[in-house]
């Protein structure tokens, strides 16, 4: 049997596709550098262009080129496209950006957030940050310290967990906002998007320690998040503690005296002064924490494992828990995270992916 020819409908939208992600990647562009990237012939640009520009997604910029021969006219994505936005839950505050389509920043606003704000506290805050930006985005990207319910997008409190938000839904939260869905992802998560590129292989455990503990596993180059989503939350994971008691990992601060107080969230500064001053607090940490890896390696078979985090990115940790896996019976070798604000960066390129691809979609209508 013959396969069907495309419709030409099907082929003017595959041309106008390649164009406009071609003004996306460099901005501005002749008709003929658009067809010397795309390899797509210069009429059937041409006709591409005028369509686009006829139905208000791309616009003659009225830059001209210059030198020998037949000037050729700019053109570039048109204005009003709309944008995204990008917000960051954590301890640290709200941020809150909105990007555009060629992946430039147009609006940036952050309020604070105390590590027990709660959840109505966080909804306030959230809105305060959002309404200091311009009109409604098309999208809405989020990364929240705290587990995130994959079904619902609602953040997910856990017994022990340093930073309290309880239940909240920050696509709810975001609805006056945004004319369109909200993706919403736990902290680590994101970050060990960020890391993949990053790090250059598909298959690793990121590991966020900080004032909390978390875990990401990519198989194949995509994050695992589990039934629930909940995949990686290691706190509870029983290890090796002081004295070479089992206990969760999360305890393991408490016997240590590392935890702010009255919180479980891990005192970092106190923890640095620890392991630098030679008391051997870096490798009862090391001990523990690889004894959870350790879990990670058995059943992830990963390449590489990538450390993060205030306290993660301690030359002195890396050292220590590179050599206590070192012992064990499959050694993985141990990284650095280099990303730098990491849940943010992804979620930002994750937000411009998701608008390229509205307007995009905008074309084919």
């Not at 797509?40 to 030198?67: C, E, F, H, M, W």
């Not at 680590?188 to 690793?204: I, K, L, Q």
């Not at 919180?263 to 607090?281: C, Q, R, W």
């Not at 604000?341 to 979620?347: K, M, V």
């Amino acid at each position: 049997m013959t396969p069907a020819k495309p419709s030409l409908e099907m082929l003017r939208a595959l041309t106008d596709e390649n164009v406009l992600r071609a003004l996306m990647a460099h901005r501005r562009l002749t008709r003929a550098e658009i067809a010397a990237r795309t390899g797509i012939s210069k009429p059937t640009i041409s006709d591409a262009v005028q369509r686009l520009a006829d139905s208000g997604l791309v616009v003659d910029t009225g830059a001209r080129t210059t030198g020998r021969g037949r000037s050729g006219s700019y053109y570039a994505l048109a204005p009003g496209l709309g944008t995204a936005l990008v917000a960051s839950i954590s301890p640290r505050g709200v941020t809150v950006e909105t990007v555009d389509a060629l992946g430039d920043t147009v609006g940036r606003a952050h309020a604070g957030l105390g590590r027990d704000a709660g959840e109505h506290q966080a909804a306030r805050t959230l809105v305060e940050a959002a309404s200091r930006l311009a009109r409604p985005s098309r999208l809405a990207v989020v990364s929240a310290a705290d587990p995130v319910d994959r079904a619902t997008g609602r953040l997910v409190r856990l017994p022990d967990a340093p930073f309290l938000v309880g239940a909240l839904d920050p696509a709810a939260v975001l609805a006056p906002h945004v004319t369109g869905t909200v993706l919403v992802d736990n902290d680590v998560n994101w970050a060990a998007r960020a890391e993949h590129a990053a790090v250059g292989v598909d298959d690793f455990v990121y590991v966020h320690l900080g004032e909390g503990l978390g875990c990401a596993v990519v198989t194949d180059g995509a994050v695992r998040r589990g039934h629930g989503g909940l995949a990686g939350e290691i706190a509870h994971v029983y290890t090796i503690g002081p004295s070479g008691k089992a206990m969760p990992l999360t305890e393991v601060f408490a016997a240590l005296g590392l935890r702010r107080p009255d919180s479980t969230a891990i005192d970092v500064p106190a923890l640095e002064a620890a392991v630098t001053s030679g008391s051997g607090a870096a490798e009862t940490l090391a001990r523990a924490v690889a004894g959870v890896l350790s879990a990670a390696v058995a059943l992830a078979d990963p390449a590489l494992i990538v450390l993060g985090g205030e306290w993660g990115r301690l030359p002195a940790m890396r050292t220590a828990i590179d050599r206590q896996l070192a012992q064990g019976p499959r050694p993985v070798g141990v990284v650095t995270a280099t990303v730098d604000s990491p849940e943010l960066t992804a979620a930002r390129e994750r937000a411009v992916a998701e608008l390229r691809e509205l307007v995009v979609g905008t074309a084919r209508h």
